[in-house]
Each structure stands twice: as structure tokens, then as C-alpha cells.
């Protein structure tokens, strides 16, 4: 599981049935620190995040799982809006 941010969201009109009212967002992987580490990704929101949260992804088939019993056509999901990150009981 990653840390990201969401950056933007993807709006498309033809997609697979399996994904109709499913909020796909672009979210840039992130280190605890904030720093960006690595290309940005499409991601399948499950838990309402928006623009500019701290978020938390899963990727591979780990990430079908919050829409059971649904098979959904996807690699990388949402899985919670990360309220603080700290380390070492630092806040970052």
C-alpha cells in the first residue's frame, strides 16, 4: 500500500458497465514527508476522497476487494483519506 495525493480526476463517457458510478481520480505517490516519488496514477475511489487529500492505495488484486461481491475491472483503489503521518513522533 502507497501514500498519494489526489491531483484531478478522469471523467470518461465509454467505460466498462462494471465501472458506471465508480469516481476514478489521479493521484501522485507520495513519501511520509510529502515529496512526490514516482509517475502519477489512476485510481478507483472507494472511500470519497477530493482534490488535494492524503490518501491511501492499494494496487494488484488487492484492489478489487472494497467492491465485493462486485468484480471490478481495476489495479489500483482508494482505500482510506489519511488524517496525519508522523514518524518517529514527528508530525510530517
Given at each position: 500500500m502507497t501514500l498519494g495525493r489526489v491531483?484531478?480526476?478522469v471523467w470518461a463517457t465509454?467505460?466498462?458497465p462494471a465501472l458506471e458510478a465508480q469516481r476514478m481520480l489521479i493521484v501522485q505517490p507520495i513519501r511520509p514527508d510529502g515529496t512526490a516519488a514516482g509517475k502519477r496514477l489512476i485510481c478507483l475511489d472507494?472511500?470519497?476522497a477530493g482534490a488535494g487529500e492524503t490518501?491511501?492505495?492499494c494496487g494488484g488484486?488487492?484492489?478489487s476487494f472494497p467492491f465485493?461481491?462486485?468484480e471490478m475491472p481495476v489495479d489500483r483503489t482508494i482505500v482510506a483519506i489519511v488524517d496525519e503521518v508522523s514518524m518517529g513522533g514527528a508530525v510530517c
Open positions: 491531483v484531478g480526476c465509454m467505460k466498462s472507494a472511500v470519497g490518501v491511501y492505495f488484486k488487492e484492489a465485493k461481491p462486485a
